[in-house]
Every structure is written in C-alpha cells, then in structure tokens.
C-alpha cells in the first residue's frame, strides 16, 4: 500500500474549490467525487484510507464535507494543507449561497426553479447511497458489524440524536476489541488490523 | 454581532452529522433576538438549500449576511465552522498520536457501521423531506427512476457525480414544475 501523496497547497485548494459545487444537500454527496478526484485521478491515497478518514469527519461535529476537507488537508499537508482544503472547500457555496440570495431578493421564487431543485435533491439522494454503499462495505466486516448497523439505523428512524449513537458505537468497538481481542483475535479484526499494517507508511505522515 | 458569533460557535459544537437538527435551533434565536422575520427565514431557507453545502451552514451564512451584512455572513460561518473543525482535527491528531493503529481499528470497527446508519439515513431524511402529500407518487416515482438511473450512470457508467445533479436537475424541472 502507498504512503498519501503531498500534494503542493495550491493542488489542494484547487481540488476541493471544484469539488465543493457537487456537495448539495449537506456533505456525504461529496464523498463519490471526492473518491473519483483522490483515489482514481490525483492518487493521493488508496481507497481503504479514504475510507477511513471520511469515517472520521461523518462522526465528528461540524459539517461533514467540511471536516473531510480539513482531515484529507491535514493528511496530507498538515495544517497548512488542512487550510488550503478547508477554505478551498467552504468558499465556493459560501459565494454561491450570496450569490443567489441577491439574486433571489430580486426575481423572488420560480416554479421552474424549484422543481428542478426537487430533481436535484433525488440526484443527491443517489449520490449519498452510493457513499453508504462504499462506507458500508468497509463497515460491515462480520454479524457484529451487520448488527449495529441495523441497530443504528432503527434508532435514528426513531428518532434518536446521533451524538449518543457515534458514542455508543465507539465505545462497542472498543470493548468488543478489548473483549475479544485479548482471547483471540477475530477473522474480522485480522484482516482489518493487516490492512492497516499495510497502511501504515500511510499514517506515518499523518503523525 | 459578538452575541451573534457565540450563538453560532455554540452550535459548531452540536453540529453533529451534517446538521439538520441546528435549523430549528437558528430558527428560535433568530426571532427571540429579532435578528429577522419569519417570512424572511422561510426565504433564507429557501435560498440556503438551492446552493450546495451544508443547509445550515448556509443558513447561517445568509442570517449573519442578512443583519450585518460581508462582516456578518464572514462572522457566523467561521461561527459555526472553526470550533468543530479545531476539535475534530485536534481529537483526531490526539487519537493518531496516542497509537498509531490499533486504537483506531477498534474505534473505526464500531464507528463505520454508525456512520454507514448515519448516511443510509440521510437518505431516508432528505427523502421524506422532499415530498409533500400531494403530489406523492408522481414525485415518488419521478425521483426512484432519478435514483436508478443516476446509479446506473455513477456505476455501470463510472460518470462524474456532476452529471448526476444535472441530470437529476433537468428531469425535475421537465417533470415536477
């Protein structure tokens, strides 16, 4: 497995300037842009690493495009790079929000408009189940997994906050490893803990 | 302004998961500190969700631009944004430090599936969000062919996301106006 790339500052900002027009509707919509632009045209970091990091920025506060942009940034550039994404990444919607606003005041709603608004949050739709599809298959690594993914998903349909459940699941994944993983190591977390060895050039630039 | 940044960096930190939950809370404090009509707001959340980003971070941007202006939209998305975004990085480089990988399997092994949940949901969310009683099935049916259609082209296809929001743009417009 190959260590991220170090991308020059200004690769950076470019690359989530252009990206961040596609985040409509919140940021997991990015997420198959963002794996086409890294991983398959820039090769900045492999898929499994991607992977991992868009976990991270989906669980931790703050707007999920945003904080992917920011940790791939500091991935791979430290905190400058973290900069360069972050701002590269917030800019673009920050001047189209204004933007339309103006524009809005003037011309008031559109039928038109809005129906083509309606389209757009269904291609979001699609766009985000393919980032749940690619997420998933990293996640769901044996019953366990498959479990609390369920589990997850029917606590939120009823109406739990998502705090207590990223919470909840990072505190299964630690006692499970802790549990199990002093007997005897899992086939699931075999392979996962291979797949990191192998990373771990990777990692060492993030450290 | 200032009791405006505050507003807006308490809610950084409660922003968890993309932030639909916040919009209710802006709302509130909006009309308790007068910063804007209701009509207004429903404007703005007009507005926020036809550009691309997070609705409330730009949500945020348009009320803090609305009453104060560059100044103001400049003061509640860095609000809104830096204290997450300093914590997330700050935990995280806490976490890579602490042990290179073996913390980090175990917490990515519980978290993945959350997440997965998290995104599967968001889906679901903006979904119901999205349709209103009546005009249910034509849109229902309009928006399961989108979907089908725009993952046959993002997978069989292996086609720029781009394409997908366009095309998705023009079937509403052809067929949802």
Not at chain 1, 48 to 66: F, I, W
Not at chain 2, 95 to 104: D, F, G, N, S, V
Request: hydrophobic letters at 55%; a positive charge; glycine letters at 10%.
């Amino acid at each position: 497995m190959q260590p991220d790339a170090q991308p020059s500052m200004l690769n950076l900002f470019w690359t989530f300037l252009k990206l961040s027009p596609v985040s409509f509707g919140g940021g997991y919509a990015i997420f198959p842009a963002l794996e086409r632009e890294i991983v398959d045209n820039r090769k900045w970091m492999t898929t499994d690493a991607l992977t991992d990091t868009l976990s991270l920025a989906s669980a931790a506060p703050g707007g999920v495009g945003v904080n992917a942009a920011i940790l791939l940034g500091y991935r791979m550039r430290h905190w400058r790079g973290a900069l360069a994404a972050g701002i590269g990444s917030i800019l673009p919607s920050f001047l189209i929000v204004l933007a339309l606003y103006a524009v809005y005041a003037r011309i008031g709603p559109s039928a038109k408009a809005e129906a083509a608004l309606t389209g757009i949050t269904w291609g979001v739709m699609t766009l985000i189940l393919f980032s749940a599809v690619r997420i998933g298959k990293a996640a769901v690594k044996d019953r366990t997994t498959l479990i609390l993914l369920l589990l997850a998903l029917t606590s939120l349909l009823l109406g739990l906050a998502p705090v207590y459940i990223i919470v909840a699941g990072i505190a299964i994944g630690i006692f499970y490893a802790v549990f199990r993983g002093s007997q005897r190591n899992t086939e699931a977390m075999n392979r996962a803990s291979i797949n990191h060895k192998q990373a771990d050039p990777g990692y060492m630039y993030f450290i | 302004m200032w009791s405006m940044f505050l507003f807006f960096l308490k809610l950084g930190f409660l922003s968890f998961g993309g932030g639909y939950a916040l919009i209710p809370m802006i709302e509130q404090e909006a009309a308790r500190r007068q910063w804007m009509s209701g009509d207004a707001f429903l404007d703005l959340i007009g507005v926020a969700g036809m550009a691309p980003g997070p609705a409330a971070v730009n949500i945020s941007t348009l009320i803090g631009y609305h009453t104060y202006g560059i100044a103001g939209a400049i003061v509640t998305l860095s609000g809104l944004i830096l204290p997450s975004a300093i914590l997330t990085l700050v935990l995280l480089t806490a976490l890579y430090r602490l042990q290179k990988q073996a913390w980090l399997n175990r917490i990515l092994y519980g978290l993945q599936p959350i997440v997965t949940a998290l995104i599967l949901f968001a889906v679901y969310r903006l979904g119901v969000g999205s349709l209103d009683g009546s005009v249910w099935d034509k849109q229902l049916l309009v928006g399961i062919s989108i979907i089908g259609i725009g993952w046959m082209m993002l997978v069989r296809y292996r086609m720029h996301p781009v394409f997908i929001l366009l095309f998705s743009a023009i079937c509403g417009a052809a067929f949802l106006a």
